[in-house]
């Protein structure tokens, strides 16, 4: 009796089982790759760039106000040159002064200008006279310059009866003028003029300003800008 048939079956389960693995070889699949996506708090968004502010203008800037500077006082000064040659008066009011500069014998003269906040002042008179002075505290420190002369001063702050008078007439027909300058000690130094003719001037009464000029009763009056 032939067997071929059991081999034959042998033989095509062998090819089956061939086939399916070859099959099962070529079918199978490749896992995908899968890319992991980032997640949204992986991802870092980059910082957004700081805008510089543009500096707001700064303000003008106010300027300070000036301090406001006291008028000099208004007061009377009396005193003498340093050479002791001469004396010197200055009176002071509402930013204005005016001034006597006297030798008592010959040489005088009447001045007159304005007096700066810093108490600065520079008054002149006839013939080129020049004061130049500064008050400082109660007193006046400066210089006269006149018919060539130049005579340095300080004039301390006066007190009644102590300071600059002035008198004007006419005696017997004659022009009359005459200054005076009482100083702190009681002296006076004065001229008086006759049409224009100077000469020592005659004492007055510093309480009353009374004074006799070529027997005339005349008096004498505190001097103010």
């Known amino acids: 009796m032939k067997r071929t048939g059991p081999l034959f079956t042998l033989l095509a389960g062998l090819l089956l089982a061939l086939f ?33 502010a543009s500096p707001s203008p700064s303000p003008p800037a106010t300027p300070s106000p000036s301090p406001t500077r006291t ?12 050479d002791d040659s001469s004396a010197v008066s200055v009176s002071l009011r ?24 810093d108490g600065s002042m520079k008054l002149t008179g006839d013939g080129g006279s020049v004061l130049n002075g500064t008050l400082k505290g109660k007193s006046i420190r400066g210089t006269v310059d006149i018919e060539g002369g130049h005579y340095a001063f300080t004039a301390d702050k006066a007190v009644k009866p102590s300071g600059l008078y002035r008198a004007t007439a006419t005696v017997r027909n004659a022009k009359v003028d005459g200054g005076w300058i009482v100083l702190s000690t009681g002296e006076q130094v004065g001229i008086l003029t006759r049409d224009g003719k100077p000469s020592p001037a005659p004492r007055i009464d510093p309480e009353t300003g009374a004074v006799t000029i070529d027997g005339q009763r005349l008096t004498a009056r505190p001097v103010t800008p």
Request: charged share 25%.
């Open 20 to 52: 399916m693995l070859s099959l099962n070889a070529t079918t199978g699949t490749k896992p995908a790759a899968t890319s992991q996506a980032d997640s949204p708090a992986d991802k870092v968004s980059p910082a957004p760039s700081a805008t510089k």
């Open 71 to 82: 008028p000099a006082p208004n007061s009377d000064y009396a005193g003498r040159t340093d």
């Open 94 to 117: 509402d930013g204005r002064a005016i001034a006597y500069f006297c030798d008592g014998r010959d040489k005088e003269s009447w001045l007159k200008g304005d007096v700066g906040a």
